[in-house]
């Protein structure tokens, strides 16, 4: 859309400096190619202005909607007591590690790593009873749970229900912040929730997150566990090849698990640097 724009600019511009010059050459009078260079040039500084204006209008939108996702984000994270602003840091540093291994493009890995955040956003319609919970879940509060990614790509739906968006980079970041919310959750398997999805059925960016979500989690420490040893969560994640995990993204992580390790080391828990 961006591109046919330009392309629309450029010929209204072009063209009449085209016609301006075989004004010139073959007209026996200059005043004609002289009429035309004044409106091209008018017309190249009116088409300036209002591209000006739009892309500004358009970096307006995108941050009051990266604003809007960043504040249920920190919502979120309140009223989880186990998560912590640095687990959001951490998961960007991992997929960022993952995404430069598997040489995507850079827009697409800085996206992923941007929207990675987002992925328990819903996780704020999870009364705190239940999210909090020290013990084992009963049936009925790992149903509720469960319904947190579908929650979540709601949630993300909503923010833009009033808003036609035709940016390419805007599009992009939304779509992809809806698959890691909504399909983080899933297993390679099948066995996964909330659509079963599984191989590659599920988004790159979703198996991304899985792995990045579970190997933090598993060093941090939670309301019902301990945080565990970066060899355990090592152990754990390899132990899902296959299974709960991509098994392509596995052996990347376990080529990159000394990555890893010191981006913990370096952005941990206090309680569970171990």
Same mark, same amino acid.
């Given at each position: 859309?961006?591109?046919?724009?330009?392309?629309?600019?450029?010929?209204?511009?072009?063209?009449?400096?085209?016609?301006? =010059?075989? %004004?010139?050459?073959? /007209?026996? #009078?200059?005043?004609?190619? $002289?009429?035309?260079?004044?409106?091209? *040039?008018?017309? +190249?500084?009116?088409?300036?202005?209002?591209?000006?204006?739009?892309?500004?209008?358009?970096?307006?939108? =995108?941050? %009051?909607?990266?604003? /809007?996702? #960043?504040?249920?984000?920190? $919502?979120?994270?309140?009223?989880?007591? *186990?998560?912590? +602003?640095?687990?959001?840091?951490?998961?960007?540093?991992?997929?960022?590690?993952?995404?430069?291994?598997?040489?995507?493009?850079?827009?697409?890995?800085?996206?992923?790593?941007?929207?990675?955040?987002?992925?328990?956003?819903?996780?704020?319609?999870?009364?705190?009873?239940?999210?909090?919970?020290?013990?084992?879940?009963?049936?009925?509060?790992?149903?509720?749970?469960?319904?947190?990614?579908?929650?979540?790509?709601?949630?993300?739906?909503?923010?833009?229900?009033?808003?036609?968006?035709?940016?390419?980079?805007?599009?992009?970041?939304?779509?992809?912040?809806?698959?890691?919310?909504?399909?983080?959750?899933?297993?390679?398997?099948?066995?996964?929730?909330?659509?079963?999805?599984?191989?590659?059925?599920?988004?790159?960016?979703?198996?991304?997150?899985?792995?990045?979500?579970?190997?933090?989690?598993?060093?941090?420490?939670?309301?019902?566990?301990?945080?565990?040893?970066?060899?355990?969560?090592?152990?754990?994640?390899?132990?899902?090849?296959?299974?709960?995990?991509?098994?392509?993204?596995?052996?990347?992580?376990?080529?990159?698990?000394?990555?890893?390790?010191?981006?913990?080391?370096?952005?941990?828990?206090?309680?569970?640097?171990?």
């Amino acid at each position: 859309m961006r591109n046919k724009s330009y392309l629309s600019i450029s010929l209204l511009i072009v063209l009449p400096i085209l016609s301006a =010059l075989w %004004l010139f050459i073959y /007209s026996p #009078s200059p005043i004609p190619g $002289l009429i035309v260079l004044l409106w091209t *040039g008018a017309a +190249g500084l009116y088409f300036y202005h209002l591209n000006r204006r739009h892309r500004a209008e358009l970096e307006a939108v =995108l941050t %009051l909607q990266r604003a /809007s996702v #960043s504040a249920l984000v920190d $919502l979120a994270q309140m009223r989880d007591h *186990g998560v912590t +602003g640095s687990h959001m840091h951490r998961l960007t540093y991992y997929a960022d590690v993952l995404c430069a291994d598997l040489d995507l493009s850079p827009e697409l890995r800085d996206i992923i790593a941007r929207t990675i955040s987002l992925h328990d956003i819903g996780k704020v319609g999870v009364p705190d009873r239940i999210l909090n919970k020290p013990g084992p879940l009963t049936a009925d509060e790992w149903a509720m749970i469960k319904q947190h990614p579908l929650a979540g790509a709601m949630v993300l739906d909503s923010i833009t229900e009033d808003l036609t968006i035709t940016n390419p980079e805007a599009l992009d970041y939304l779509n992809i912040a809806k698959e890691i919310a909504l399909y983080h959750h899933e297993k390679w398997d099948g066995s996964g929730y909330p659509m079963g999805l599984k191989g590659e059925e599920i988004p790159l960016s979703a198996r991304i997150a899985a792995l990045c979500d579970v190997y933090d989690s598993l060093r941090s420490p939670r309301p019902y566990k301990r945080p565990f040893t970066h060899e355990e969560a090592v152990a754990i994640v390899k132990s899902g090849k296959g299974t709960h995990f991509d098994p392509e993204l596995v052996q990347r992580f376990l080529r990159l698990a000394d990555h890893f390790a010191a981006i913990w080391n370096e952005h941990g828990e206090l309680v569970g640097n171990s």
